[in-house]
Structures are given as structure tokens and as C-alpha cells.
């Protein structure tokens, strides 16, 4: 009787089965139209849908944040206007609730209908020269898609608008365990860039959220990408020229990916897989 030993060995690195996801996404690469909806024609062409807990125009100040607080439209029908509704359709694979602050009231705060691709809009008058009269702002998740909690990239669609000569720049946020942290800043332009950045490929600061208008970009910091409890961005956008020039911010696209943390891949038992088969004859 001969006895024939097989034996074989599976190693499966936890690189190679990691999968990356994505945990939010607001809009599309390239604009998504069906954001925002209206049932109105006429004089409700093109008018956006406006922030129902702020409001619009003229809009209360939100200078301290508050994640307890959602800053979002109301999913579907807006009470505020019932020709005007927000995500009226389904909600897989966006991320529509976040939370909002901003070091002064807005003058106009929408998520507003545009053949380009809808938005969030925020707008301030602005004044004075280049690095005063500045209008800044955060806006962040904590409703995750997936259970994945390790950031792995960033990905964006911002701009920046108004008159006289406006300028300004972006960070990425995130929240884990140990506080906030802001990304180094990327310049906002007057069109449309794609951007994607891997969370290592960016120097990372701390970050205080507003309170009574304030945030604080602080020192030099190496987070942990692992734990993420909120991911958002922060914009500081400012005009050049003299009072009542406007300064804005629009985002059409935001989306942040994720892996498992390396704790969670362990207990599915990645990184080493041994199975032996034994035939006898």
C-alpha cells in the first residue's frame, strides 16, 4: 500500500484581499442632475432648493459646530416649498445627511439644480483686501455606507466663485478617536477640478471645528487613519476688491474611501491561510 501525501498552502496576503470602499459620497464625478428635483416650471426653473434649517437668503449664522445637528434639506419633499424636493428619489450609494458651520451667516445657503451638475452653494459678501473679509466654512458625515473605518483617499469637485477677484483654498477633515485633523490646503479655481488624493500622500494638521465662528488649523500632526468617526472638508474662500464684492463656495462632488482596519482583517483570519489535504490509498 502506498500512502500519497498532497499537500498544499494558501497564503493570502492581507493586501491582496483588502477591498476598498467607498464610505461617503455626495454627488457624482463630473456632476449628478438628479439631486435636486422640481415638479414646478415657469418661475421655479433653476431656483434652488433651499436649506430648510438655516434658510436661504440672509440666512442665520451657524458659527458653532454641532454634529448632532443635520444642516442637510429635508430628504424628499421640502416642507418649505412642495415644488422643490432634495434626494426625492433613492439614497443608495449617496450620503445626503451631513453637518454644517460657518464663521458668519451666509447670504445665500442652497443646494441648487444645475445642468452642470447640482451643488451646495454657500455665498458671503465679502470685503476688504486678499486675507481679510474672508467667508469660511466646514461641512462633514458621520453617516457611513460601510462599516470600513481606514481612510484611504479623498476625491473632489469644488469651485470657487463670486466677483472682484475672489481666491481661496480647501482641506480635507476627518474625526477619529483622538480629535479632528485638516489636510494641507488645495487652491480652489474658478472651474471644476478633479481631484483624488491618497490619505498618505497629504501632510495633516489638527483642527478645532467652529465655535462662534471660528476654526483652527493647528500644528503639524501624523493621525491615525484608522477609527474614522466623521470625514468632511473645509473651505476658506475670500475677494480681492471692495465691499459688497461676493465670495462663494460650490461642491458638486465629494466622495471618501476605506478599507477594514488591519483588527478587523485579523479576524477574518487574513494573512495566512494553511490547508493541508491528505489522500491515502
Do not use: C
Amino acid at each position: 500500500m502506498k500512502s500519497k501525501f498532497i499537500s498544499t498552502v494558501l497564503v493570502v496576503s492581507s493586501v491582496g484581499f483588502t477591498h476598498a470602499s467607498t464610505i461617503v459620497q455626495w454627488g457624482t464625478a463630473g456632476g449628478n442632475t438628479n439631486i435636486v428635483s422640481k415638479a414646478g416650471v415657469g418661475t421655479e426653473t433653476g431656483n434652488p432648493v433651499m436649506q430648510n434649517v438655516t434658510g436661504g437668503t440672509g440666512a442665520t449664522a451657524v458659527t458653532t459646530y454641532n454634529a448632532a445637528i443635520n444642516r442637510n434639506p429635508v430628504i424628499g419633499t421640502n416642507p418649505d416649498d412642495s415644488k422643490k424636493s432634495y434626494f426625492l428619489g433613492s439614497t443608495t450609494g449617496q450620503s445626503p445627511v451631513y453637518h454644517m458651520a460657518l464663521n458668519v451667516g451666509p447670504n445665500t445657503y442652497s443646494v441648487t439644480d444645475n445642468n452642470a451638475g447640482d451643488r451646495i452653494t454657500l455665498s458671503k459678501n465679502a470685503s476688504a483686501t486678499v486675507g481679510s473679509g474672508t467667508f469660511q466654512g466646514m461641512l462633514a458625515w458621520d453617516s457611513f455606507l460601510t462599516t470600513d473605518r481606514e481612510l484611504t483617499t479623498f476625491s473632489s469637485e469644488f469651485i470657487r466663485g463670486g466677483t472682484g477677484g475672489t481666491e481661496g483654498s480647501y482641506r480635507y477633515l476627518f474625526q477619529n478617536e483622538s480629535g479632528w485633523y485638516a489636510s494641507s490646503a488645495i487652491s480652489l479655481t474658478a472651474e471644476f477640478v478633479s481631484n483624488t488624493s491618497a490619505v498618505t500622500a497629504l501632510s495633516w494638521f489638527g483642527f478645532t471645528p467652529f465655535s462662534a465662528g471660528v476654526a483652527t488649523i493647528g500644528a503639524a500632526a501624523t493621525p491615525d487613519f484608522t477609527g474614522v468617526q466623521s470625514v468632511g472638508y473645509y473651505f476658506d474662500v475670500r475677494t480681492a476688491e471692495a465691499t459688497g464684492n461676493a465670495a462663494s463656495f460650490n461642491g458638486r462632488y465629494f466622495e471618501v474611501g476605506a478599507v477594514p482596519e488591519p483588527s478587523a482583517l485579523a479576524l477574518l483570519g487574513i494573512g495566512g491561510l494553511g490547508l493541508t489535504l491528505r489522500r491515502r490509498r
